[in-house]
């Protein structure tokens, strides 16, 4: 495998992975998983791969300058490896310039508006170190737009990025790289890499180091896992435990929905029932783009089809004073112009800290409460009081990834939940209603519609 690497400005030979990403010559790669797989140098050496041609620019970003600036960081580490070499160093724009003309400038994207600095720059090659840092992929997309190269140029464009699964952005970072979305496909490659890839340190005193850390930070460093999450809000939450397979829901259990609202973003639509036994199921989702008449349209087919009748649909109280986005007219609410497509709305409690709780109230395991015929383990105490069906695909990849607020400490990451978690709102206002359960009528009385007129009594605010 010929790779190019001008001397003297990359000072060891690359290792295995170090040489595959180096290699790779199409627009995106990400490299890392485990820790000390080699990346940050990977990333560096990518960076001066072509400084000796007079045209080549790059730049290399961190979420802020003190990540850029911290001792060993990509900064410091270009600076041991050029220093006595004849590229110089240009400290007011965090630049290294070369006999050819080449630069290697560094940056840094610590607010949504920092992107702006750097609208004119043109750039063949762009790295993001520890890209897990960022919350979204503003920036990251953003900086396509300063990607491009002279006509007739060899050089080719790339965007190279590198990261633990660790962090505030893990969840989109796995979904473009690791594991897509349903129906969409990853971008580039990613090539994985732990402290084995890495002949440079001692490897066994490094894992010793390693196993001291908690049960779910071995799995993210030592194993490189992306289904482990730091700070999950939600670590009660099972999949082997919680998630079942679609069950038809019996005539006698209380059913009501939730929603999140979105335009742009999705909005999420949740339809649960409540058995006698106390047990709740989520058995239906609704997840989509789309104007207030196509969700309505949706959640009516689903209610006729699949989910019943509700006796209670709940939202986020803002919704009764945001501008609609329908065909009424101007001055509509969100609220009103559900109503006008046949969907009534009731205002949810909107309390992070309540929802979080109640939802963890009921992932807990209830010593007490004996697991539901329709579960694996029918019969057996300890049954927790929630359950989701299958197919709630999205609120169940949402349960996984959703990180704890880093300031607060006791709500799901409101940036997050705004950007990434719209399941999670509306699954808060779903539980945050107490809900009530039937006592259970197998007579033939107990069909009777008369059973659910007294519903919208029995549900009163949660907290």
């Given amino acids: 495998m010929k790779v190019r690497l001008p001397s003297p400005y990359i000072p060891h030979k690359p290792q295995p992975k170090q040489l595959a990403f180096l290699a790779y010559d199409g627009l995106e790669a990400f490299y890392g998983g485990a820790a000390a797989g080699g990346k940050s140098d990977a990333l560096l050496m990518a960076a001066l791969q072509y400084v000796d041609i007079p045209s080549y620019a790059g730049m290399i970003f961190r979420r802020t300058y003190a990540d850029l600036a911290l001792p060993g960081a990509l900064m410091d580490r270009a600076r041991a490896w050029l220093v006595n070499t004849d590229a110089k160093w240009e400290r007011e724009t965090h630049t290294w310039s070369f006999p050819s003309g080449a630069k290697l400038s560094f940056g840094y994207v610590q607010t949504p508006g920092d992107k702006w600095r750097y609208q004119s720059s043109e750039l063949q090659y762009i790295g993001w170190d520890e890209i897990t840092d ?50 969409e496909k990853t971008k580039g490659i990613f090539i994985p890499a732990n402290f084995h890839d890495n002949e440079y340190i001692d490897q066994e005193a490094y894992y010793d180091s390693l196993k001291e850390l908690p049960e779910s930070t071995q799995k993210r460093l030592i194993d490189g896992s992306w289904d482990e999450v730091e700070d999950s809000a939600f670590p009660e939450f099972n999949v082997n435990v919680h998630v079942i397979d679609p069950i038809a829901i019996p005539y006698d259990w209380r059913r009501w929905e939730g929603m999140d609202f979105g335009v742009s973003n999705p909005t999420a639509w949740y339809s649960a029932a409540l058995s006698p036994d106390g047990h709740t199921v989520i058995h239906g989702e609704y997840y989509s783009e789309g104007l207030i008449s196509k969700h309505a349209s949706a959640i009516l087919t689903y209610r006729e089809n699949a989910w019943g009748q509700p006796q209670l649909a709940l939202c986020d109280p803002s919704i009764k004073s945001r501008t609609g986005f329908g065909t009424s007219g101007v001055g509509d609410t969100v609220h009103s112009e559900f109503s006008k497509n046949g969907i009534y709305l009731i205002p949810a409690n909107n309390d992070r800290r309540v929802g979080r709780v109640r939802i963890s109230e009921l992932l807990r395991s ?16 300890g049954s927790p009081g929630l359950f989701i069906t299958s197919n709630c695909k999205n609120l169940i990849k949402q349960l996984t990834i959703a990180p704890l607020d880093a300031i607060e400490g006791e709500t799901v990451d409101p940036f997050w939940e705004t950007k990434y978690g719209h399941g999670i709102a509306a699954m808060r206002y779903l539980l945050t209603a107490r809900v009530y359960p039937n006592k259970r009528d197998n007579s033939p009385q107990g069909r009777s519609v008369r059973q659910w007129k007294a519903w919208p009594q029995q549900a009163e605010p949660y907290g």
């Fill in 134 to 183: 960022f919350p979204d992929d503003d920036a990251y997309v953003f900086m396509f737009s300063r990607l491009r190269r002279l006509e007739g140029s060899d050089i080719p464009l790339r965007v190279r990025s590198a990261s633990n699964p660790v962090g505030i952005g893990a969840a989109w970072v796995k979904e473009r790289f690791v594991e897509p979305a349903e129906g």
């Fill in 366 to 381: 209830n010593p007490s409460l004996a697991y539901p015929p329709y579960h694996r383990a029918s019969g057996t105490l």
